[in-house]
């Protein structure tokens, strides 16, 4: 089966049709329509077998999650998703496989309103770039840039969840349903960032851990941050392996959470329960932003936490 028989079969149709798609898969280019004041935010992301998830994962679980990092990204603009277009490296054109890929990739597009708007297949070493498109009004984008000295920091949901279950998977042991599907199935928060528009004073998704994450907030914002480590949203798993030796390298550093970490305004903090029930997910504060430069982790006691010490610099190595 050709190339072209491939797309046609598997990559036409995918997500929900669109008003705004004018031509589809299937021609030279796609042709779309950006709705009137609104800016396109557009953001994109390449995940390799073997470096960014285990080659021999499920290909259903990586269509989802090809689509989620990026929605994600959208979501930390304060983006509404539109379209995405997907160039899909195999070793070999192994149709089952793309069937499975394109079913998971496909659930959460119809999930989220994308239509896939454009497809490419190639020979090589498994390899998937997906591009996201969205729409946002021109004067409500949220940026890494604005966080002020006061502002309080936030984050969605919970962290250290897929750190913990890549740990498990390289460590051969089982996996419970719940970090299973953090690992494989992450939520993007697109919600949240829509009802962040012209709130929060800055945002970005947590997709390489909280210090590397916020630390690009803070430079882009020009502060320091100070965070309470006895703060930050915990499953019971995470919790338990974060216990036994203070090693909180699993919600710090860990990263593939793809949860939303953003600042507001002091003022702001009594509608935090609000922006949750609107977002559909738990919203925690979690320290504040300071004058100066740098992340201070603090414990309950008031004493700093070291990031360079326990098992974070393994992980930064990594
Ligand atoms: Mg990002």
Same mark, same amino acid.
């Given at each position: 089966?050709?190339?072209?028989d491939?797309?046609r079969? =598997?990559?036409?149709?995918?997500?929900? +049709?669109?008003d705004?798609v004018?031509?589809?898969?299937?021609d030279d280019?796609a042709?779309?329509r950006?709705?009137? &004041?609104?800016e396109? %935010?557009?953001?994109?992301?390449?995940?390799v077998?073997?470096v =960014?998830?285990?080659p021999?994962?499920?290909p259903e679980?990586?269509?989802?999650? +090809?689509?989620?990092?990026?929605?994600?990204?959208?979501a930390a /603009?304060?983006a509404e998703?539109?379209?995405a277009?997907l160039?899909l490296?195999?070793p070999e054109?192994?149709?089952a496989?793309?069937?499975a890929? /394109?079913?998971g990739?496909? %659930?959460l597009?119809? +999930?989220e309103d994308v239509?896939l708007?454009?497809?490419?297949l190639?020979?090589g070493p498994?390899?998937v770039?997906? !591009?996201a498109?969205?729409?946002?009004?021109?004067d =409500?984008?949220?940026?890494?840039a604005? %966080?002020?000295?006061?502002?309080?920091i936030c984050?969605? &949901?919970?962290?250290?969840?897929a750190?913990?279950?890549?740990?498990h998977?390289? !460590?051969?042991?089982?996996?419970d349903?719940?970090?299973r599907?953090?690992?494989d199935?992450?939520s993007p928060?697109?919600?949240?960032?829509?009802v962040?528009?012209?709130?929060a004073?800055?945002?970005i998704?947590l997709?390489?851990g909280?210090?590397?994450d916020?630390g690009?907030?803070l430079?882009?914002?020009g502060? &320091?941050?100070r965070?309470?480590l006895e703060?930050?949203?915990?499953? *019971? !798993?995470v919790?338990?392996?974060v216990?036994?030796?203070? *090693?909180?390298s699993?919600p710090? %550093?860990?990263g593939?959470?793809y949860e939303l970490c953003f600042t507001?305004?002091?003022?702001?903090l009594g509608?935090?329960p609000v922006?949750?029930?609107?977002a &559909?997910?738990?919203?925690t504060t979690?320290g504040?932003?300071?004058a100066g !430069?740098g992340l201070?982790?603090?414990?309950?006691?008031g004493?700093?936490?070291n990031?360079?010490?326990g098992g974070?610099? =393994?992980?930064?190595?990594?």
């Amino acid at each position: 089966m050709s190339e072209f028989d491939l797309i046609r079969r =598997h990559l036409t149709g995918v997500g929900t +049709a669109r008003d705004d798609v004018l031509v589809d898969v299937g021609d030279d280019c796609a042709l779309l329509r950006v709705p009137a &004041g609104r800016e396109l %935010a557009v953001g994109i992301d390449t995940l390799v077998a073997g470096v =960014h998830f285990l080659p021999d994962c499920d290909p259903e679980a990586l269509g989802w999650k +090809a689509l989620a990092v990026n929605l994600s990204d959208l979501a930390a /603009v304060g983006a509404e998703p539109a379209w995405a277009t997907l160039a899909l490296t195999m070793p070999e054109p192994d149709e089952a496989w793309l069937a499975a890929f /394109v079913r998971g990739f496909g %659930a959460l597009a119809a +999930a989220e309103d994308v239509r896939l708007v454009g497809g490419d297949l190639t020979r090589g070493p498994l390899t998937v770039t997906v !591009q996201a498109h969205g729409f946002v009004p021109a004067d =409500h984008v949220l940026r890494r840039a604005g %966080a002020r000295p006061g502002d309080l920091i936030c984050v969605s &949901g919970a962290l250290g969840d897929a750190g913990l279950a890549l740990r498990h998977l390289t !460590q051969g042991e089982p996996l419970d349903e719940y970090l299973r599907g953090r690992l494989d199935r992450p939520s993007p928060r697109v919600a949240l960032g829509e009802v962040l528009r012209g709130l929060a004073t800055s945002a970005i998704d947590l997709s390489d851990g909280l210090i590397s994450d916020l630390g690009h907030v803070l430079a882009a914002s020009g502060c &320091g941050a100070r965070v309470e480590l006895e703060r930050l949203p915990l499953a *019971d !798993q995470v919790a338990a392996a974060v216990a036994v030796d203070e *090693d909180w390298s699993l919600p710090l %550093a860990s990263g593939d959470d793809y949860e939303l970490c953003f600042t507001l305004p002091p003022a702001a903090l009594g509608q935090l329960p609000v922006l949750a029930a609107a977002a &559909g997910c738990p919203l925690t504060t979690i320290g504040e932003i300071v004058a100066g !430069q740098g992340l201070r982790l603090v414990r309950a006691d008031g004493s700093g936490w070291n990031a360079t010490g326990g098992g974070y610099d =393994h992980f930064v190595a990594s």
